[in-house]
């Protein structure tokens, strides 16, 4: 990961941030909304002459995904919003995970506040990276005007800065608005920001823009994944860059929130999902034979599409990062979130699997904790956005709704077989719900990767599979040694109250700072705020 450049606030603009919009009498420099800064100070007036810079200025915007701010220090990462943050979150908005400790307990509990520092930094954050994703655009589409960058270099570049900008709308849409499935996407969406706001005209002009639909949301997203798809190169990048298979991939997530299980399975089919034995046609994706691999080896490995880099310099630091968060104080983390005995103990996670055996740890209070990110000191452990085990269940899910129960069992085996015990195959006894079987997969598979609140979001209308809700939580006094016992079927009552999809609290706020600062998103508060 590479901090050439960052974003740098402009304290004298009256605490103005690329997500907060605001014209203040102090503003003398609109451009100070979305300066790319290197070391060497270089302006961004200077960055887009030089192609060298232009790539630089490429990796700005990927660090400014991974470190992002928190409670308005710029001193620091907090990994906001992809570098850890959206994974933690995630999972505390979930029931597969327990909050212990009072760091994560509002969100947790779900009485976030239109100051809460969590949901604050990351609209923060969010659209600071889908800012800095735009000037970078506008920036790069300038250098190739004036012959700085060939057209295919700027065609690339941008692709990559239009997927950043698609994932960060997206994971606003999750956390701010209702799910695709409330009225066919009716409800309100959120601000779809595409154009750099690095002028007085363009920041009046994006005080106008509102929140639309979550359709509308939903439309542009996949327009700036289709764009990418088309005009990005056909080679295979590293993990941490963004690719044409991590730009599939995000589009079969993105249509399995829509339901749209035709276009789940067309796209998945693009990276091999028809296949009995599956290897991606692009980029040469395909699961690892021990499920363990993925996360020893996350900068090197088949199965890895897309994650975010982190390293010894730059990082979540110890209050942000994966491991610190998830991981146990006997190994030297913060021992701050542990695995639900639910989940855990549930009957249907056989005993024997490997996710269980070797992707999990005991702590010294009896707590079994989440072993996949395990640099607890140097904290450089990458963060998964998107894996082929992800692309090929999203793909069996698409074939089970729709009546391919063959193909949806292949691909639900092809993931589930490299785990568990031979025995414990479907292949031998299929499941009597296979649907049912194939979203359990999903919880196994990515627990603490922060894939547990959007499909509870998304399924949120589900009669058969949703909760209408946020599910209840086991709260810390039960997640105790004793209820932790693989496969035994122990079940806690949560008693951390479950929240009605009709409450107000399923969806968070928008911070106060960015209403009082935006008349249109005032008044487009989500209600009960």
């Given amino acids: 990961m590479n901090k050439f450049f960052q974003y740098k606030y402009n304290k004298n603009a009256g605490r103005v941030l690329a997500a907060t919009l605001v014209i203040s009498a102090s503003l003398m420099s609109c451009s100070k909304y979305t300066e790319l800064t290197p070391k060497d100070r270089l302006g961004e007036s200077s960055i887009f002459t030089d192609s060298t810079n232009v790539e630089l200025a490429l990796n700005g915007v990927y660090n400014n995904a991974a470190v992002g701010s928190y409670a308005d220090s710029y001193s620091s990462g907090r990994g906001y919003p992809f570098g850890a943050a959206s994974i ?76 950043l900008r698609a994932l960060a709308h997206h994971e ?38 509102s929140r639309g639909t979550v359709k509308e949301t939903y439309t542009k997203i996949l327009a700036d994944l289709d764009w990418a798809e088309q005009n990005i190169g056909d080679g295979k990048a590293s993990i941490n860059k963004v690719s044409k ?90 021992g701050l979130v542990s695995m639900s005995p639910n989940l855990y103990s549930a009957s249907w996670w056989v005993a024997g699997d490997r996710r269980r055996d070797k992707m999990t740890i005991k702590g010294g209070d009896g707590r079994m904790y989440s072993a996949k990110f395990t640099k607890y000191v140097d904290k450089s452990d990458w963060a998964p956005i998107v894996r082929y085990a992800e692309v090929l269940l999203n793909a069996a899910e698409a074939y089970s709704r729709t009546g391919n ?33 194939i979203l359990r997969e999903r919880r196994i598979e990515f627990f603490s990767e922060g894939r547990r609140w959007p499909d509870i979001h998304r399924l949120a209308f589900d009669a058969t599979y949703g909760f209408n809700g946020i599910p209840g939580k086991v709260p810390v006094g039960d997640a105790v040694a004793a209820n932790f016992v693989a496969g035994a079927g122990i079940y806690i009552t949560p008693k951390v109250d479950a929240i009605p999809y009709t409450d107000y609290r399923y969806v968070w706020p928008f911070p106060n700072s960015e209403v009082i600062a935006n008349p249109t998103l005032k008044a487009e508060q989500n209600p009960g705020y």
Wanted: net charge neutral.
């Fill in 88 to 163: 933690e979150q995630a999972e505390m908005r979930g029931e597969d995970m327990v909050n212990l400790a009072t760091f994560y307990d509002i969100t947790y509990r779900s009485v976030i506040t239109t100051t809460s520092a969590n949901n604050v930094a990351m609209w923060v954050n969010l659209y600071a990276l889908i800012n800095q994703a735009n000037v970078f655009i506008e920036g790069a589409q300038l250098a190739q005007k004036n012959g700085i960058i060939s057209d295919a270099k700027e065609k690339q570049v941008e692709a990559e800065a239009r997927f």
């Fill in 172 to 209: 606003a849409v999750l956390n701010f608005s209702r799910p695709y499935a409330d009225n066919s996407g009716a409800t309100p969406g959120i601000p779809y920001r595409d154009v750099a706001i690095n002028s007085v005209a363009k920041t009046e002009a994006a005080l106008k823009v």
């Fill in 245 to 334: 298979g991590a730009i599939i991939a995000l589009k079969s997530r993105i249509k399995l929130h829509m339901a749209d299980y035709a276009g789940v399975i067309a796209e998945a089919t693009k990276l091999g999902a028809n296949l009995t034995s599956p290897v991606s046609p692009i980029g040469n994706y395909k699961l690892e034979a021990l499920p363990e691999t993925v996360f020893a080896n996350n900068e090197i490995n088949s199965e890895s599409i897309f994650s975010i880099a982190n390293s010894i310099l730059a990082n979540g630091g110890t209050n942000g990062a994966l491991a610190p968060m998830f991981g146990p104080g006997s190994v030297g983390a913060r």
């Fill in 405 to 437: 129960a063959s193909q949806a069992l292949t691909l639900l085996n092809v993931v589930r077989d490299r785990s568990v015990p031979a025995a414990a195959s479907y292949s031998k006894v299929p499941p009597a719900d296979l649907t049912l079987a």
